[in-house]
């Protein structure tokens, strides 16, 4: 099971609110199998192996805590992201 999300969205700050700009973005999850050392049984964890997201006017985007709005499909995606060295990574995952 894989889940992409991309698309063009709004980027907004999470200490600065109403300062959003907009971005293009390319997500994907997917499920990987972890196994246990402990011998436990294998179980599944859902992961983000694509976090890809930058500005249309190419402008670098700040380390932070932000939050992505985005509409894909009909559905509206709200995602907490952690930039950190022009890095995006989902929060929670």
């Known amino acids: 099971m894989t889940q992409e ?12 609110p109403g300062k959003s700009f907009p971005v293009d973005c390319d997500i994907l999850f997917a499920r990987a199998f972890v196994t246990h050392a402990s011998g436990l049984s294998p179980s599944t964890d859902i992961v983000c192996s694509l976090c890809v997201v930058r500005r249309p006017d190419r402008q670098p985007i700040s380390d932070g805590h932000y939050t992505l709005r985005i509409e894909t499909g009909g559905i509206r995606e709200i995602l907490k992201l952690n930039c950190t060295d022009g890095r995006f990574k989902p929060i929670g995952f």
């Open 5 to 16: 999300i991309n698309g063009r969205g709004t980027l907004e700050p999470t200490g600065t």
